[in-house]
DNA sequence: AACATTTGGTTTATAATATAAACTTATTTA
DNA sequence: TAAATAAGTTTATATTATAAACCAAATGTT
């Protein structure tokens, strides 16, 4: 009946996250700050934790002279996604 | 786009208290236990929670002469889980 | 040139959370 | 009478989420 809900997606600032990457090839950092409203700090540290379960791929370039962090969610990430919202269904009905 | 998920409901186990209360008149301690394969402990937590926000209420009483907890939800309850529906679909699309 | 401010982050500290383990009190059952 | 079960509650711990503090480089100001 209740399935478990990933604790990896669980959590409104990476679902917020995984949401915006799903709909879109590539996300910077500063647009998904601005999107989600995070602060930096947590952005940053929710960004490490979905890279590091293999949710999100986070590339670090340079535009110009300025740093640019870019983000896109893996197969992985979007599989898990995908079964979270089934799960969370058997939640909300 | 990313509205606030009450965080009082955006628990796994909190949820699905809710979710089985929204469709039941009432369930008892042992009953809501047995459902979401949570321990003891942890429900008594979760639903001490619920009740002082008005979520739920929560009567204690005998069936013989064993103790019985029973809970149901409030209409304040119904609504923030209404709302958080609303919200969380903001995020799974 | 020198200083302050902004940009784009990361690291660290703290407060809140979820959870299980340990405990309590009473009741059956052997 | 002792052991096991029932129905919870309290306490301890580990994890989390979050913001505050920090850093380095670039840009703007006097």
Request: net charge neutral; with cysteine.
């Amino acid at each position: 009946m209740f399935k478990e809900l990933d604790p990896l997606l669980h959590s409104q600032l990476r679902l917020a996250v995984i949401s915006l990457l799903m709909s879109l090839e590539e996300a910077d950092f500063v647009f998904l700050r601005e999107k989600t409203g995070a602060t930096a700090g947590n952005l940053s540290v929710q960004l490490e934790k979905l890279s590091e379960a293999g949710y999100i791929e986070v590339a670090k370039s340079f535009l110009g002279k300025r740093p640019r962090t870019t983000c896109r969610i893996t197969a992985q990430g979007q599989k898990a996604f995908e079964e979270y919202i089934e799960a969370i269904k058997g939640y909300i009905g």
